[in-house]
């Protein structure tokens, strides 16, 4: 039997649907509120109706339960949901996020969260200065503190679970995260305040891509709760997602492909072995690190993608599934890179054959001194460097991914042979990325058939 409360102009109706597993009461409640024309005879009986109707309703049950704050929702999504559905890279990501997004809608119940107050928040977004109260540099002589600690960076960055590369940018006043700091600062057993200063970094502004994600976040924990039966419908479905204007994918032409390749002829085989391999395969940076020597077939000369080498502030450098399913793949590499293989491979066998002991046998083709997995952010710092020494244009790892690919589609290679070799989930996404690099080469196709023919 439901029990009907008067509360100012509105009533509040609530039943008793039985009991939870620990044996409390549930209790559900809904406000009906009258129209402010109907006599006290027509709300009697309207609020019978909806009483009657309401107890329905939660036998059937089709009442939800949107009571729960989104920041207690949320935390629940991160531990019943995303630690067993998402990388440990996306789920990293967001939570570097909750700090604005519990801020913005922590506080507000599900169900009454409403599509405007997603649109005001994402406003506010482009207007937040990305690094305000949130990022540190170093206000003293770090190397001294470090040393007065009887510590080094390694040990530093083992006590704190962070990259040596995070932990040797902070002499250089390199500006860190809020977490950062604070992981120093414990493995120094020394006060945030004592060690860092809040950093002003003027006027930057959260880029598009980012307030993108705080969408991506929120729509995503939404939209399990509406699964799980807290709210009917996700309030991020009534509004147009923040918009991201894709970028020019800027890249080495051929020619500079080339150069890049001759220059490494005068580096040593690590350095050929790694930038060949991203050059000529087109492999993501997290696919390279997680090579084996196991996924190379040096008599078929093909290469096998089974895995990615990723790193988080948390968990440090961590092995972890590819992208998605489709990038689990074997392609077929030339000749002079399997050879190029072999020689490392034996160079390798002689390193650890000369550290003995102190050789972590991990069976990675690309490794620290000591065997171990490399850092992820190695390849980018070998690569800058590079770059630099032989003057060539400024180019991220992830460019030479496009450089591969610009070169398959120019060279003729079909969209099905070049989606399937970077481990695109289907043709349309190779399409959508590259769709410049496409169009140029179909005009190029038209061309070479007017010759062909002689018009």
Known sequence: MASIEKRGDKYRITVYDGYDMNGHQVKR????????????????????????????????????????????????????????????????????????????????????IKPND???????????DANKKSSYKIKGDFKKTVHSKNLTYEKVSEI???????????????????ETAHKISQALNMDVEELFQVADKGNSKLAPKTIKHHHTFIMSVLERAVKWGYIYENPCKKIDPPKVNRKQIKCFSTEQAKEFLKCLENECLKYKVIFYILLLTGMRRGELLGLEWSDIDFENNTISINRASLYTVSEGVFTDTTKNEHSIRTIYVSKELI???????????????????LWVNSNRICI??????????????????LLKKYDLP?????????????IMIESGTDLKTTSARLGHSQASTTMNIYVHQIKSSNEHAAENISKALAI
Request: glycine share 6%; charged share 30%.
């Open 394 to 406: 400024q180019v991220s790892i992830h460019s030479l991914r496009h450089t591969n690919a610009t």
């Open 368 to 385: 620290q001194w000591n065997g171990k997995p490399m850092s992820p952010n190695t390849p980018y710092e070998i690569l800058q460097k």
């Open 118 to 128: 997603l649109t005001r928040f994402y406003m506010s977004l482009r207007g937040m």
């Open 160 to 178: 704190s679970g962070l990259g040596i590369r995070t932990v040797k940018s902070v002499p250089h006043g390199d500006v860190v995260s809020n």
């Open 339 to 357: 050879n190029l293989l072999k020689e490392y491979y034996i160079e390798q066998m002689k390193e650890k054959e000369s550290l003995g002991d």
């Open 29 to 112: 409640r809904k406000t009906w509120e009258p129209d402010v024309n109907m006599t006290d005879y027509q709300i009697k009986k309207e609020l019978e109706r909806q009483c009657v109707l309401f107890e329905q309703e939660c036998k059937r049950g089709q009442v939800v339960n949107g009571s729960i704050k989104f920041e207690e929702f949320a935390e629940k999504w991160f531990k019943e949901y995303a630690q067993t559905n998402l990388r440990p890279t996306t789920i990293a990501r967001y939570r570097a996020l909750t700090e604005r997004v519990y801020k913005a809608i922590g506080h507000v119940r599900l169900d009454r």
